[in-house]
C-alpha cells in the first residue's frame, strides 16, 4: 500500500501504466483482478477511471462476486475524487504560472506524517479536500466565441418574433364582433392612456442599470452570453404560443386595421419592429401579439439579471429593481395593452427559465447527464466550461497596464 501511495503520489492517474493499476488493485485489495484487467485487457490509468458497474458485470470481464463489484465500486468513486481534485490543482497552477511536480496535498502528507492507510480508506479526509480545493480560485474564460453564438441566437429570435408578430397582426379578430374579454383587472382600473410609455420607460431604467453592471463586471462575456441565451428562448416560445392563439384586443381604444398583402412588406414592417425594438415609444403599434407580454418578459429578466450580477450588499440596487419591475408590470395593465393572463404568464415563464438556467448552470453534476444535453443543448454548450457560480467580482472596463502599452507601442513606432 505505501508503493501504491508513492507511486499516486509521482504520477496523475489518468498517466497511469498498466503496472501502476496493478499496484492499485494490490493495495485495494482486488490483487486476484489484477491479471484480468491488466495483463489479459490492458487497463492502464485512462481506462480504469471510465469503468462503470455495467463494465464489471458485463463481458468481457464479468465478476462473479457482488461483494468484489461493489468494494471496487466504492475504490473506484474514491479514486474519481483523487483524479477531479488533481485536475483542480493543475488548473489552478496552470493559471497561476506554476508547474510544481508536487501537489500541495503530498506535500500536507508529508508535513503531517499521513499514513498511508488513511489516505486510502478515510472518505472523511477526502470530502473535506475536496471542499477545500473547491475554495480555490476558479478560472472563468469569457469564450467570445460561445458570445458570438449567442448573439446569433438572440438576433434570429428577434426576426423570427417580429415576423410572427405581424402575422398575428394580420390575424388578430374584429374587435365589432369579438369584443374584449372578461378581465378581472381591466374591468376595473380605467384605462390610462400614457401608461404604455411608461412600462417602458421603467424598462429603459433597468435596461441602463444592467448596462452599468455590465459594463464593470469582471465577466461579463458570461453574464452577457446568459441574457441573450435566456432571453431568446423566451421571446422564442412566446413566438410559438402568440401564433397558435389569437386573442381579441384587450381595449376598445386600440386600432388594428393594417394589413399586409405580400411578403415583402412583412419582411419590412418585421424590420420596422426589430429596428424599434418593439417599443410604441418609437412610434409601433402592434396588435394580436397578446399570450404573453413581452414588456412583462424583459421586465423581469433585467430585474432577475440586475439582483443576480450586482453585489449582494447594495440593497437599494435591487429595491429599486424590483419597484420598477412592479411598476412596469402595473403600467403594462393600466394601459390595456394586455390581458392580466399575459402578464401572469410572462412573469411566472420568465423567471422560472432564468432560475432553472441558474441552477443547471451552478451545478456541475448535472453535465453528466445525457438528458441535459439532450433537452438542453444550447445550456450544454453555453455553460460546459464554466467551473460554477460567477462570482460578483467587478474591475474597470479599460485595463490600465494594456493602456499603458498600447501607447508605449505608439511612442515606439513614432520614435522609430
Known sequence: MTQSLNMENKKLISNWTCDDVKLWLKSEGFG??????????????????????????????????????????????????????????????????????????????????????????????????????????????????????????????????????????????????????????????????????????????????????????????????????????VFLLRSVTMFVTSLSVPGEHLECTAMYNSKWQRITRATEIVTGLGMSLTGLQTCGDYMFSGHTAYLTLFNHLITEYSPRKMHYIHTISWVLNLFGVFFVLAAHEHYSIDVVIALYITSRIFLYYHVLANTRSYFHSKRIKIWFPLLSYFECNVPGKVPNEFEWPLDRNRIGKFFNQIKKSKSA
Open 32 to 233: 486476484e483482478y489484477a491479471q484480468l484487467l491488466c495483463d489479459e485487457h490492458g487497463i492502464d490509468g485512462e481506462v480504469l477511471l471510465t469503468i462503470t458497474v455495467k463494465d464489471l458485470r458485463d463481458p468481457p470481464l464479468q465478476l462473479k462476486k457482488l461483494c468484489d463489484i461493489k468494494k471496487l465500486e466504492k475504490s473506484l468513486k474514491q479514486l474519481h475524487k483523487k483524479w477531479d481534485v488533481e485536475n483542480h490543482i493543475l488548473l489552478s497552477e496552470h493559471e497561476n504560472g506554476k508547474y510544481s511536480k508536487k501537489t500541495k496535498r503530498n506535500e500536507q502528507i508529508e508535513r503531517d506524517g499521513m499514513e498511508s492507510s488513511d489516505l486510502v480508506s478515510s472518505d472523511e479526509n477526502d470530502e473535506s479536500y475536496v471542499k477545500k480545493v473547491n475554495t480555490r480560485k476558479k478560472v472563468f474564460k469569457p469564450e467570445y466565441n460561445k458570445l458570438l453564438v449567442s448573439f446569433g441566437y438572440a438576433f434570429a429570435t428577434s426576426w423570427i418574433t417580429a415576423y410572427v408578430m405581424v402575422i398575428c397582426h394580420e390575424k388578430v379578430p374584429d374587435k365589432k364582433k369579438y369584443p374584449p374579454l372578461p378581465d378581472v383587472f381591466l374591468d376595473n382600473i380605467p384605462l390610462i392612456p400614457y401608461a404604455f410609455k411608461m412600462a417602458e420607460a421603467c424598462g429603459l431604467l433597468l435596461n441602463a442599470m444592467f448596462c452599468c453592471i455590465l459594463l464593470f463586471h469582471k465577466h461579463r462575456a458570461i453574464v452577457l452570453r446568459r441574457f441573450f441565451s435566456i432571453a431568446s428562448t
